[in-house]
C-alpha cells in the first residue's frame, strides 16, 4: 500500500496513481493473455484474488488428523494453483507453533482453540483465524481407561489421574465440561500433561488412572491394549465443539489480504477432496502424514472438517475457558474471525 505517514505534493501522487493503474492494467492483461492461451504463471499470483502479496508462506502444521485437507491440498498442488509456495513446518506441538507464530517464525500456523483464544484473551498477540479445520463428533476424543483399572463409569473419574496433552485444552476443558453434567466434582481430578502417543504406556504401567485420548490415538490404544472407552468428550454439552484452526497474526492478515485468500481457497479444495472421498483421497494421506498403519486407517473415526468459520461453535471454547478460570474474561471470538471468500 502507498503511504508510510508523508506528505505528497498532488501531482506527484496523481502521477504515482496512473502508473500503479497502467501497471495493474498490464498485469491483468498479461494473465488474461496468459490465460487465452491456455497458461498461467502460478509463482505470484492467485486464480480468484488478485496478485498474491508474499507468493512464499511458511504454514506451521502437526501430523494430525485435523490436518488431513492441508496435506491433501499440499500434495495435489491446489496452492500452488492459487499462486503459493508453502514451505511447511511441521511443529512439536500445538503451543509451540502458536510461540513461532507470534514470534514471526511462520505466516500461519495450525492453531488448537484454546491456545489462540488465550494468547488473545491475555494480549499476548492480536490473533486471527483464518480457516477451520476440526469439529469433534464422536469418538474424536474418548476418556480410556485400563482394562482392568480404577475408571469404570465417568462418575468414577473423580479424585483420578488423567493424562491431558496438556491443561487449559480441549482435552480436559471438554471432559469437565461432560463429567460437570454428570455430577462430578472435577477440581478433584488430577491432570498429568504428557505427549499423545505417550498415554496408551502410561495406562499400561498404572502411572494414570485414565487419559483423554484423540483420535488415531482412541483406535491405537484400543487395539494395543484394550483400553476401554468410558466417555466421550464431544457429547452433550460440548457435541461438535470447535477443535482447530489455522490463525495469523493481524498485522500479518491486513497487509496479505490476496495472499491469505489463495491460501483459504487452496484449504478449501483439500476439505472437498477428503470429505468426498475417504478411501481414495483422505486414507492415503492418513498413512502418509499421520504415520496411522494401513490396517488401522480405514478403522479410524473421522470427525467433521468445516467448510466455513461458524462463530457460535468457536464462542463455545472460549466460554469453556471462561467457565474452568483459563481466560479472566468473557472473548467475543467473532472480532478474530477473517471469513474465507464464498465459494463460486
Known amino acids: 500500500m502507498p503511504g508510510r505517514g ?45 496478485p498474491v502479496e508474499k507468493p512464499k508462506i511458511k504454514v506451521g502444521v502437526l501430523p494430525v488428523v485435523d490436518m488431513a485437507p492441508f496435506y491433501r491440498a499440499v500434495d495435489s498442488g491446489y496452492f500452488k494453483q492459487e499462486g503459493l509456495d508453502v514451505e511447511v513446518v511441521t511443529a512439536a506441538s500445538g503451543p509451540k507453533a502458536t510461540e513461532s507464530l507470534i514470534g514471526g517464525d511462520l505466516d500461519i500456523a495450525v492453531t488448537s482453540y484454546p491456545g489462540a483464544f488465550a ?43 488423567i493424562a491431558v496433552t496438556s491443561t487449559g485444552s480441549i482435552s480436559d ?31 499400561q504401567r498404572g502411572n494414570v488412572d485414565g487419559a483423554v485420548a484423540i483420535e488415531p490415538f482412541v483406535t491405537m490404544t484400543q487395539k494395543s491394549i484394550g483400553a476401554m472407552p468410558i466417555t466421550d468428550i464431544a457429547t452433550g454439552p460440548t457435541a461438535e465443539l470447535a477443535m482447530s484452526g489455522f490463525a495469523a497474526l493481524s498485522e500479518w492478515v491486513n ?5 491469505l485468500t489463495a491460501f483459504q481457497r487452496g484449504l478449501a479444495k483439500g476439505i472437498t477432496d477428503v470429505k468426498t ?15 496411522i498403519d494401513p490396517a488401522t486407517a480405514p478403522q479410524v473415526r473421522i470427525s467433521d472438517y468445516p467448510e ?21 474474561d468473557k472473548l467475543d471470538v467473532s472480532q478474530m474471525i477473517v471469513a474465507p471468500p464464498s465459494k463460486k
Request: proline share 7%.
Open 119 to 161: 494468547a488473545q484473551a491475555k494480549k499476548v498477540a492480536d490473533v486471527k483465524i483464518v480457516a477451520d479445520l476440526y469439529a469433534a463428533r464422536p469418538g474424536h476424543g474418548v476418556l480410556v481407561a485400563a482394562p482392568n483399572g480404577n475408571i469404570k463409569s465417568p462418575e468414577e473419574a473423580a479424585g483420578k489421574k
Open 6 to 50: 508523508d506528505i505528497t505534493p498532488m501531482s506527484r501522487s496523481r502521477t504515482r496513481l496512473s502508473i500503479i493503474a497502467a501497471t495493474a492494467l498490464a498485469l491483468i492483461l498479461a494473465v488474461s493473455g496468459c490465460s487465452a492461451l491456455g497458461g498461467s504463471d502460478s509463482s505470484s499470483s492467485s486464480t480468484s484474488g488478485g
Open 308 to 328: 466455513s468459520l461458524d462463530p457460535v461453535r468457536l464462542q463455545r471454547v472460549a466460554d469453556l475457558m471462561k467457565q474452568f478460570g483459563v481466560i479472566k
Open 255 to 259: 497487509a496479505n489480504p490476496n495472499t
Open 173 to 203: 476443558l471438554a471432559l469437565m465440561s461432560v463429567l460437570q453434567s454428570k455430577g462430578v466434582d472435577v477440581s478433584t481430578i488430577k491432570w498429568v500433561p504428557m505427549p499423545l502417543p505417550d498415554m496408551g504406556p502410561a495406562l
Open 277 to 291: 472421498d475417504r478411501g481414495g483421497k483422505l486414507e492415503p494421506i492418513l498413512i502418509k502424514y499421520v504415520k
